[in-house]
C-alpha cells in the first residue's frame, strides 16, 4: 500500500468500481499529496473518526463513465478533489467550513440534517471557499 499520508493511501484515493484502469501521473500524485496533507489528514485527526473515500482521482475515461462534471472538467481528474463520508457527515462539513481553507465544499444530496456525502476540493492555490448544496437536481450556493 502506498501512503499519501498518516491516513490515507493512494489506493483509496483513486479507488473505482468501473472496470478501467485509474492510475495517476506524478503530478496528479502531488496534487493528491496536497489534498491530503491539507485537508484529510488534518481533518481525519479533528473529527477523530474514519473517514471513506468514495470517489478521489479519476481518469477522464472513468469520470465520462459514471457521469462525473464534464464543464468545466471535475476537479476529480486533476487529482484536487474527494468525496467523502463518515458516521455525521454534516459535522464534517461543518468542521471544513469552520476550520479550512477549500476550493469547493458540497452538501451532497441526503436532506436538510444530513447529506450522503460531501465533496470537497484544494487546490495549492486560487482556493474559491465555495459552499454549495446538491438539492433537487441542482447546485445552489449556501
Known amino acids: 500500500m502506498s501512503k499519501l499520508g498518516k491516513y490515507f493511501s493512494l489506493e483509496e484515493m483513486t479507488v473505482t468500481n468501473e472496470n478501467m484502469d485509474n492510475t495517476p501521473g506524478p503530478t496528479v500524485r502531488k496534487k493528491l499529496k496536497v489534498l491530503v ?28 463513465a459514471i457521469g462525473g462534471a464534464q464543464n468545466p472538467i471535475s476537479q476529480h481528474t486533476k487529482g484536487e478533489a474527494a468525496d467523502i463520508e463518515c458516521f455525521d457527515n454534516a459535522n464534517m462539513f461543518q468542521v471544513i467550513l469552520e476550520h479550512f481553507q477549500f476550493d469547493q465544499l458540497i452538501w451532497e444530496k441526503g436532506n436538510d440534517r444530513q447529506p450522503d456525502w460531501v465533496h470537497v476540493s484544494f487546490k495549492s492555490n486560487g482556493n474559491r471557499n465555495q459552499i454549495l448544496k446538491y438539492k433537487n437536481g441542482k447546485y445552489i450556493q449556501l
Not at 496533507?37 to 474514519?50: H, V, Y
Not at 473515500?53 to 479519476?58: A, D, T
Request: charged letters at 30%; a negative charge.
Open 37 to 64: 496533507d491539507n485537508l484529510l489528514d488534518p481533518l481525519r485527526e479533528m473529527i477523530d473518526e474514519p473517514i471513506a473515500v468514495n470517489s478521489g482521482f479519476r481518469t477522464l475515461a472513468v469520470n465520462k
